[in-house]
């Protein structure tokens, strides 16, 4: 059965504390990965896509990367307007949502 | 702001009642997704329609339907409702068929069942 988990569930860090928040899978036949960023009561909005083994994609203080396993979501040096909760999701033959990883950064 | 519009943005309703949400897609994009969060839930998709037609169904209850008009914009319609519905309902839409084009989300209705 397709699956998808993200750890950990939720995650505190003091402000430039580096970081990464996990996305493991199983499906069968990966079509792509994404990363989306929500804030309380709002839509998710959309991060990053990844294809293949080996991508990684960068956008401000954050950085994606893909195994044939799992994807990473690294902070860098994080700041309080990044906390909000990181939502993966893997499209196989269907689009399936991890359920998240709230992330409180510290000032 | 991603370009998609969702109305109302509150909603609050009696059981029993039926009420209908609204989305209209980015310019350009064919698709359009509804989707149910609830608090102790994570995003739990309902149904896909691409271009008037619907092209894949999720954890959508028979209680609720959807449609996709000529102009592209969408309606979910939920009846029968049970304190249990009460959700945020989120619209996205994208370009292609596919999920694996990145979705774009409106700001959600929030639904209060009483």
Avoid: M
Avoid at chain 1, 77 to 91: F, G, H, I, N, R
Avoid at chain 2, 39 to 56: H, P, S, T, W
Avoid at chain 2, 76 to 92: K, M, T, V
């Amino acid at each position: 059965e397709d699956q998808v988990t993200q750890s950990p569930e939720a995650l505190r860090l003091q402000e430039g504390e580096s970081s990464s928040l996990n996305c493991s899978y199983t499906v069968s036949g990966l079509r792509g990965l994404f990363w989306y960023r929500q804030d309380p009561g709002k839509g998710p909005e959309f991060l990053f896509t990844l294809y293949s083994a080996g991508e990684e994609k960068e956008k401000e203080r954050l950085k994606a990367t893909l195994t044939k396993k799992e994807s990473f979501l690294h902070i860098t040096a994080p700041k309080p307007e990044d906390s909000a909760t990181y939502l993966c999701a893997v499209q196989s033959y269907q689009l399936i949502w991890g359920a998240g990883t709230k992330l409180i950064i510290k000032p | 702001d991603s370009g998609v519009t969702q109305t109302p943005k509150h909603l609050i309703t009696a059981t029993g009642q039926r009420v209908t949400l609204r989305c209209s897609p980015r310019s350009g994009d064919l698709s359009v997704y509804w989707y149910q969060q609830s608090l102790d839930q994570g995003l739990q998709f309902l149904i896909q329609y691409y271009n008037g037609e619907e092209r894949a169904k999720g954890n959508i209850l028979e209680r609720f339907s959807a449609q996709q008009f000529p102009d592209l914009h969408s309606e979910l319609n939920l009846s029968s409702l049970e304190l249990g519905d009460s959700a945020l309902y989120f619209c996205a839409s994208s370009v292609g068929d596919s999920p694996t084009y990145e979705q774009y989300f409106g700001p959600g209705t929030r639904l209060t069942v009483t």
